[in-house]
Every structure is written in C-alpha cells, then in structure tokens.
C-alpha cells in the first residue's frame, strides 16, 4: 500500500470517530513517530499497518472501495455538468449529451436531446408546479420533445445525464441565473 493511500484513509478513519492524532496512532498500534515516518516517506506501510487500518475502517463503518466508488460518482457528475450559453437561452432551445444505462440509445432517440423552452402560459404555470412539488421534474418535462417527455424514457437515462436535462431545462425555462430564481420560489 502506497504512503499516500495509507494516510488518506486513516485521516478519513480520525475524522469519523473525532480522534486526535496520538488517539489515532494508539488504535493504529503504531507511535506517532512512525506515523509521521511513514507520512514523509522514510518508512513503508508495513502489512500488520495494512490490516490494522483496514479493521478500523471495519469498524468505523467505512469502506475504502465505497468511497472510491463515491469519488467515481462525484467526478462523473461533474464531467457531465452542462454549460448553458446566452445564446442558447436567446435561441430558447439547447442540445444536451446524454448517456443510457444499457449504454446505447432508445430507438426513439440517440446520444444528443434538443430541449425547447416552452411558451410563456406554461413557463408561468410551471413556477407553481416547482413550488408544490419542489421538483425540477415538470420543468424537465416541459422542455423535453413530446415524444420523450415521460418517465419511462427517463428511467433508461443515466443519473448524471437526466441531472444534465433538469439544469438545462432549467436555464431555458428561468433563465442564466435560475438557481437563484429558484431559490427565492421556493424560499
């Protein structure tokens, strides 16, 4: 095991169970010394250090490979962020990259979906669908073409790409700044 993971993991392992440094080093069966030799790199992980880490995760409830899988996640979801210029809200509609859980698109769509900001009565309509349901979900709907306006399509779209949709909807329903006109609709 690398000096680096080692020490991540066991900071992660302090912070959860709120030990200081020389409580963690005790739990550790280790000296503090040795931590910090082990920090700087004049000591390797020994395997007793290894498995004695690994058993505090166990007992702290944390798992190395779930928080892997949560950074996997966290970088996914901000990969598939979308950027939303002026000029697509001018244009009132946007294309959006998506992805599908089966990997490959519906027959009734492909890997890009064009959202289309709705006329006025509906944008304003949807301003008390947002407040009663708290959901970005109607706007979503709105914008979406009508043939894949529905949750069956959305079911098959991954997370981070149905989150995509949402935001763009919307910026295209409230405009550049819609998080802060949510906010203050739904504050």
């Known amino acids: 095991m690398q000096a680096a993971d080692f020490m991540a993991r066991l900071e992660r392992v302090k912070q959860n169970q709120d030990w200081s440094w020389q409580e963690t080093a005790k739990a550790m069966e280790l000296s503090r010394s040795m931590l910090h030799f082990i920090k700087t790199g004049k000591y390797s992980v020994s395997e007793k250090a290894a498995k004695r880490l690994h058993q505090l995760e166990a007992q702290a409830g944390i798992s190395p490979r779930s928080q892997a899988v949560i950074e996997a996640i966290s970088k996914e979801a901000e990969k598939a962020k979308p950027k939303v210029s002026t000029a697509d809200i001018e244009a009132g509609y946007a294309d959006v990259e998506v992805k599908f859980l089966s990997g490959g698109p519906p027959p009734s769509s492909g890997h890009k979906i064009r959202l289309f900001r709705p006329n006025i009565k509906i944008r304003a309509k949807l301003v008390g669908d947002l407040r009663g349901e708290q959901s970005y979900h109607p706007v979503l709907l709105a914008c979406l073409p009508h043939e894949l306006?529905?949750?069956?399509?959305?079911?098959?779209?991954?997370?981070?790409s149905y989150n995509a949709l949402a935001e763009v909807a919307m910026a295209l329903v409230f405009g550049s700044d819609w998080e802060k006109s949510a906010s203050n609709m739904t504050g």
């Open 149 to 160: 306006a529905n949750d069956s399509f959305l079911d098959l779209l991954n997370v981070h």
